[in-house]
């Protein structure tokens, strides 16, 4: 590719504070899907290929600084400064379950088998919570060498991966006996940590370099200097042949898996990009930052103009857009409340 692509993204407008965490979900029946995690304490859902905001979640009082959907995309988790962890069916809104933690949890995940929930935070102890059984003990892995930053499950939710906050490298745990099997060593903490959809690789971010890690060996597979400090990664989904990166300098990287050669780069943004993720079938990405937008970019040539979202719903592009416009008087300036009922959208605060 010998020119750099010039991208025009979809941008999502919503949120009053920084997104600070997106996840999307597999391709369902329904679509694929989209939820982020703010600091302004309500995490919400889109649609992800046309960002379209579905709902937000309403029930937790601090920053909100994780999000997760499950593989059916039927439930949601996040995890909040306000030392808990909520489960939400993604359908209504309703919170499930809060569960209650002692310290702020930057991070959780659903296992693949969607019957576990995983979360590490400030207090250095990965959780294990049943969602069969909800308001039993989780299981707990109490020797994590610092505040946990990101988790994940591999292996077939055989294996349990976590970062650190104020320390490099990945640890790896083995979920039977609770020790760490291997250790990813980085120089900086690792800010951002990816297993990729066919379960080969663990992309991770820490400091300036972006590396991939073999997932069953453990090997360091390719390690590319950036630009810049970047805080979170992504690799293509479907091909692997390209990787995505966006940091301290506001814009959104695109790259070479093979070479790591600069192939395109995405600006918009008005302050640090703190999350980016790709979409399940590779064909777009989003990004979240610092100035309180979601920007998804699509991977193939732009043939759209950028469309602004009212201070709720997401743009409205294509095939999508006859049944949005149908119900955009009954959704708009509403949001799913806490107890599943449809309400005026309210200032959502931090505390």
């Keep these: 590719m010998d020119k750099k692509r010039m991208a025009v993204p979809l941008v999502c407008h919503g949120h009053s ?15 694929f899907f989209l939820i982020s995690a703010s600091k302004d304490s309500s995490p919400m859902l889109r649609n992800g290929e046309t960002g379209d905001w579905i709902g937000t979640f309403e029930g ?12 059916n995309a039927l439930r949601a988790a996040s995890g909040s400064a306000d030392f808990s962890a909520k489960l939400w069916d993604a359908l209504t809104g309703d919170e499930l379950h809060s569960f209650e933690h002692k310290h702020i ?5 659903f296992s693949e088998d969607t019957h576990l929930l995983l ?13 069969n059984r909800p308001d039993a003990p989780p299981r707990e892995v109490d020797n994590s060498p610092g505040s946990i930053r990101t988790v994940a499950w591999l292996h077939s939710d055989q294996t349990i ?17 609770g020790k760490i099997v291997q250790t990813l060593e980085t120089k900086s903490p690792v800010t951002s940590a990816e297993v990729s959809q066919d379960g080969r690789y663990i992309t991770t971010a820490d400091g300036s370099a972006v590396k991939f890690w073999d997932a069953n060996h453990f090997g360091l597979v390719k390690s590319y200097n950036m630009p810049c400090n970047i805080e979170s990664a992504s690799l293509e989904p479907k091909l692997g042949n390209k990787f995505i990166a966006g940091g301290e300098d506001m814009w959104v990287h695109l ?16 302050g640090p990009v703190h999350c980016v993720r790709f979409s399940p079938g590779g064909e777009s990405y989003a990004s979240g930052s610092e100035d309180g937008t979601i920007r998804i970019w699509q991977t193939g040539p732009a043939n759209h103009v950028e469309s ?7 743009p409205v592009t294509g095939k999508a857009k006859a049944g949005a416009d149908e119900v955009t008087l009954k959704v708009e300036d509403l949001q ?7 309400g005026e959208k309210d200032n959502a605060e931090e505390v």
Aim: net charge negative; aromatic share 8%.
């Design 161 to 177: 991966l976590s970062s650190c906050t104020d320390i490099g490298g990945v640890r790896l745990w083995d979920v039977r006996s």
């Design 119 to 131: 979360t590490g935070g400030v207090e250095k102890i990965l959780r294990i919570f049943d969602l």
């Design 308 to 314: 602004d979202a009212n201070p709720v719903n997401g």
């Design 255 to 270: 790259f070479d898996f093979h070479t790591g050669e600069e192939i395109g780069c995405n600006k918009g943004h008005h």
């Design 17 to 31: 504070r920084p997104v600070v965490d997106l996840f999307y979900s597999p391709i369902t029946a329904d679509g």
């Design 336 to 342: 799913i409340g806490k107890e599943g009922k449809i």
């Design 105 to 109: 949890v930057r991070a959780c995940a």
């Design 60 to 71: 937790h009082k601090g920053a909100v600084w994780s999000c997760c959907l499950d593989t």
